[in-house]
């Protein structure tokens, strides 16, 4: 059983999770890890909020996102009257009424530049690389700052683990060495045969980057 209680752990306790994310074969091997801690059930993802994406951007609908934006680069004011189902303006109207229509930018930003390792994207790379998933869910993750907390603990990269954000640069590094790993012998072969396998591991890794940043605002408060 894994569990966080002081701070002197923190890094012991990440490290624990890795090694048990490692040894698995299986996703439902993954979900127990969450389960069997009292710490990481805490912070367990919703999964009802965020189920498991069933599909993917094709080619052809990559074309179709060339579209989305005018000459100056702003979201189309005019798109939503041009997508054809309920869905579409459904979905478009609940981003306008959060505010998140600029973040839409960079999910397609994502899906049009996947395949490229290198481009000048210096703002909402969560959502950038969110949209590379879309494209190529078997070999891009989706990551979250949770996500990143853990994995930076675990590979010591910054100081980060009282962070609640990152850098431009430093999310590029993280993101980057993330990919490595979920690809490297690390990660169990029969695991990574299996779909969606990243989805569970971006469970755990999220359970455990909350508990990071939680116990952090704790322990500031003592």
Not at 73 to 98: D, H, P, R, T
Not at 176 to 183: A, M, Q, S, T
């Amino acid at each position: 059983m894994i569990e966080l209680k002081l701070e002197s752990e923190i890094e012991d306790f990440t490290k624990k999770v890795f090694k048990e994310i490692e040894s698995k074969k299986t996703c439902e091997e993954l979900v127990t890890i969450i389960d069997n801690s009292v710490t990481l059930s805490k912070y367990k993802l919703p999964t009802d909020k965020y189920p498991p994406i069933k599909f993917s951007v094709t080619l052809e609908e990559k074309e179709q996102l060339k579209k989305l934006f005018d000459k100056d680069g702003k979201f189309s004011e005019n798109i939503y009257y041009e997508s054809e189902g309920v869905l579409s303006k459904l979905l478009y109207a609940m981003a306008w009424k959060n505010g998140d229509l600029p973040k839409l930018k960079h999910i397609v930003n994502g899906v049009l530049h996947s395949g490229k390792d290198s481009i000048e994207q210096e703002t909402g790379l969560v959502f950038y690389q969110f949209g590379k998933h879309l494209i190529n869910p078997s070999i891009e993750p989706i990551v979250d700052q949770h996500v990143l907390r853990a994995f930076a603990v675990e590979n010591k990269q910054f100081v980060v683990s009282n962070k609640s954000t990152y850098s431009p640069r430093e999310q590029k590094i993280l993101i980057d060495k993330y990919k490595e790993w979920l690809g490297s012998s690390k990660i169990q072969q029969e695991l990574r045969k299996e779909a969606n396998y990243m989805y569970y591991i971006d469970q755990v890794l999220f359970a455990t980057g909350k508990a990071i940043k939680n116990l952090n605002a704790r322990l500031k408060h003592i």
